[in-house]
Structures are given as C-alpha cells and as structure tokens.
C-alpha cells in the first residue's frame, strides 16, 4: 500500500512522493561496528518514476550523514544513479529487477 514519503538530499530541498518501498540494503552488519557504511534505498512513485536514495552514514565524531536521492523515468537511470557496485547488486536482487547483461561481470 503506498504511502508519502519524504527523503533528505544534502543541498537541496528534501523530496516527497507518494509510492513505495521497492528495497533497501546497508553495508553496515548487526554483528561489526563500523565507523562508516552506506545504505541505498528504492521507491517506486505512484507516478511511475524510481527514486533512488544513497545514504553515507557516519559514526566518526563531528562528521554527518550525507544523503542524495534521485528521480529516474526508468532502469537505466537507476542503474546509471546507483552504479553496479555489490551493495547496489544486492538492491538489484532484493528489488527483483534484472539488470542489463552488458553490466554484470
């Protein structure tokens, strides 16, 4: 059921839609303790537009979080805003979205 959301991007004004949650993923473990990971989220807008959200977040004294977030018309920006590094491999997989072949090593 879709809901509105609100996502934070650094240096601009936050974005709000309606959708969502497609998948979400994190570097970070329950069992490690990190000074920094990253966490990348997906939405699908009731509009039919992907947003994509990329969080760097921080545990190191006197440094923030960053965020940023994308709105895309289709995969191929999705892919082209959250490259094909493992941890957005592993968003691909639990959103159950094929990427294109050319892609994936």
């Keep these: 059921m879709s809901q509105i959301y609100r996502?934070?991007?650094d240096k601009h004004p936050d974005l709000a839609f309606e959708g969502d949650v497609v998948a979400r993923v994190s570097s970070d473990s329950r069992d490690s303790w990190r000074a920094r990971?990253?966490?990348l989220e997906l939405y699908r807008t009731n509009?039919?537009?992907w947003v994509a959200v990329t969080i760097g977040r921080s545990?190191?004294?006197g440094e923030t979080d960053?965020?940023?977030a994308v709105v895309c018309?289709?995969?191929r920006e999705v892919f082209a805003a959250l490259g094909m590094g493992r941890l957005a491999r592993q968003?691909?997989?639990r959103a159950e979205l094929e990427t294109p072949a050319?892609?994936?090593d």
């Design 7 to 9: 996502v934070q991007r």
């Design 37 to 39: 990971w990253t966490e």
């Design 47 to 49: 509009a039919g537009k």
């Design 59 to 61: 545990r190191v004294e």
């Design 66 to 68: 960053r965020h940023a």
């Design 73 to 75: 018309e289709n995969l």
């Design 91 to 93: 968003l691909y997989v």
């Design 102 to 104: 050319e892609w994936v």
